[in-house]
């Protein structure tokens, strides 16, 4: 059987991504230029600047990742490219970049979720088995998704206003961190307690649904009200309890899925994927578990790639779906 090149392209944030993959499991090249040192002074991601730098970024992150894996446009099978959910101008660099190259190279074209590319991360660390439950834990996004095969995404939980990575961001903000918070606020966490006593949110009982917004009200008011009162926040501490509490709810909804749908194998994805307690808890949680098998991706595949791009796209591509001249950037699409 002759083997299959994927090159996937990934500009739905504040990262230009581009990767090849062999036979859907292996990483031949892969190159991220990260845009995160232009957002940091306005706390967040400025969608205009993002297209911006997407389109001063492109051209070089593709020629980048040809010349790491010594091959050519040609050598490839298909072009996957991330249509959505993100910032539309962002989507629209990478979609019209990928339409370009389909179009030059005659190029089957083919267009990615960019939470099944997040999903499929894992897939580059190890095969997946199915059913399978996957963590999806991200800047944008916090899910609970169940699939039965490849492809098929069913979502059994999610949240019902902040995603666990935006609450990252927004308790760093508050502790005066820099973006993106989240690692900032995983390292504080480490060297302090768990003491504040902030809420768990767990809604109704037997709901896969998360709330964060409510913690992180709570984060807020604990800071305001210790300066009323000229008390003094110890930063560690504030930062051990709210992690304390996110990963104590997300693992324990996690294991309870995983142990009602029956599933072999759980995949953690998304940027706080990388999270050290999250990382942690989880493993602690599956050891017990001996028929479900815990993967945990590397943390450079955990943040936006396009590695994990082209890894969903293998799977589209081998199933035969394909895009048209037509395909779209689409900021709110569903799985
Ligand atoms: O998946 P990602 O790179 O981009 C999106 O698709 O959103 O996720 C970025 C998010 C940010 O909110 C960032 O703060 C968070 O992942 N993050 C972390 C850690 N590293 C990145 N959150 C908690 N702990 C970390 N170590
Ligand atoms: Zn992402």
Partial sequence: KKDTYIFGIETSCDETAAAIIKNGTEIVSSVVSSQIESHKRFGGVVPEIASRHHVEQIISVLNETLEQAGLTFSDMNAIAVTKGPGLVGALLIGVNAAKAIAFAHNLPLIGVHHIAGHIYANRLVKEMTFPLLSLVVSGG???????????????????????????????????????????????????????????????????????????????????????????????????????????????????????????????????????????????????????????????????????????????????????????????????
């Avoid at 110890?234 to 990963?247: D, K, T």
């Fill in 141 to 335: 996004h916090t899910e609970l998704v169940y699939m039965k095969e490849h492809g098929l995404f069913k979502v059994i939980g999610e949240t019902r206003d902040d995603a666990a990575g935006e609450a990252y961001d927004k308790v760093a903000r508050t502790l005066h961190l820099p973006y993106p918070g989240g690692p900032h606020i995983d390292r504080l966490a480490a060297e302090g307690q768990d003491i504040y006593g902030l809420p768990r949110v767990r809604l109704e009982e037997g709901s896969y649904d998360f709330s964060f917004s409510g913690l992180k009200s709570a984060v807020i008011n604990t800071v305001h009200n210790a300066e009323q009162r000229g008390e003094i926040i110890i930063p560690e501490n504030l930062a051990a309890s709210f992690q304390a509490s996110v990963v104590e709810v997300l693992t324990e909804k996690t294991v309870r899925a995983a142990k009602e749908y029956n599933v072999k194998q759980v995949l953690l994805s998304g940027g706080v994927a990388a999270n050290k307690g999250l990382r942690a808890a989880l493993e602690k949680a599956f050891d017990d578990l001996n028929n479900i098998d815990l993967v945990i991706p590397p943390l450079s595949l955990c943040t936006d790639n396009a590695a994990m791009i082209a890894a969903a796209g293998t799977v589209l591509y081998e199933q035969g779906k394909r895009d048209g001249m037509d395909m779209n950037g689409h900021p709110g699409l569903d799985i």
